[in-house]
């Protein structure tokens, strides 16, 4: 069974920075399509932010672009999603998900809050 564990979530000032950590448990990241999705107060759904495939390329949504990082650890079978010059708008709940069908699993979601 494949668990995700998300760690590095909390409050901070706009303008700040955050690094949120995924860790995998199980097979080698490196097979899967690692993503982090948010899922912002009041909105039923989640919204890809970014995302790396098993080839290494990363892909990002338009309002993080140049803001945000994703990378991998294989070692550490450990994806992070480093958030710089971070908005109040980018204030939700990050899921980690893993892809690589049929399989499609997400963590419980770490809390982002960006406020003054």
């Known amino acids: 069974q494949v668990q995700l564990v998300e760690s590095g979530g909390g409050l901070v000032q706009p303008g700040g920075s955050l690094e949120l950590s995924c860790a995998k448990s199980?097979?080698?990241?490196?097979?899967?399509?690692m993503g982090w999705y948010r899922q912002a107060p009041g909105m039923q759904q989640r919204e890809l932010v970014a995302s790396i495939t098993s080839g290494g390329t990363t892909n990002y949504a338009d309002s993080v672009k140049g803001r945000f990082t994703m990378s991998r650890d294989n070692a550490k079978n450990t994806v992070y999603l480093q958030m710089s010059a971070l908005k109040p708008e980018d204030t939700a709940v990050y899921y980690c998900?893993?892809?690589?069908?049929?399989?499609?699993?997400w963590g419980q979601g770490t809390q982002v809050t960006v406020s003054s």
């Open positions: 199980g097979s080698t990241i490196s097979i899967y399509v």
């Open positions: 998900n893993a892809r690589r069908s049929p399989l499609n699993a």
